[in-house]
């Protein structure tokens, strides 16, 4: 069974940085693109970034240039380091990874405001 476990969400300031953690179990982590997406308050969920399993990345045109998306296949991690952050990245962050038809974790809040 797939499982995969968010971490680092928090409150920060706009302009700062956080980085955000996901740990995957129950499968063979290297063989799978995987990704964070997040969902704000009355909005649909969206694609932030994903990792193909051939370490391939690409972004959402909001995020790019502020967040990089990295995988450690060691340690079935896949990590979104965020900076310059901004108010309306304010939303829960959940990380998935392209197993059958698809897994989420659980997600974690991420809130940006002064």
């Known amino acids: 069974q797939v499982q995969l476990v968010e971490s680092g969400g928090g409150l920060v300031q706009p302009g700062g940085s956080l980085r955000l953690s996901c740990a995957a179990s129950g499968i063979i982590f290297s063989l799978y693109g995987v990704g964070w997406g997040r969902q704000a308050p009355g909005k649909q969920r969206e694609q932030v970034a994903h990792?193909?399993?051939?370490?391939?990345?690409n972004y959402a045109d909001s995020v790019k240039g502020r967040f990089t998306i990295s995988r450690d296949n060691a340690k079935k991690t896949v990590y979104l380091q965020m900076n310059s952050l901004k108010p309306e990245d304010t939303a829960v962050y959940y990380c998935?990874?392209?197993?059958?038809?698809?897994?989420w974790g659980q997600g974690t809040q991420v809130t940006v405001s002064s």
């Open positions: 990792i193909s399993s051939g370490g391939v990345t």
């Open positions: 998935y990874a392209n197993v059958g038809s698809g897994s």
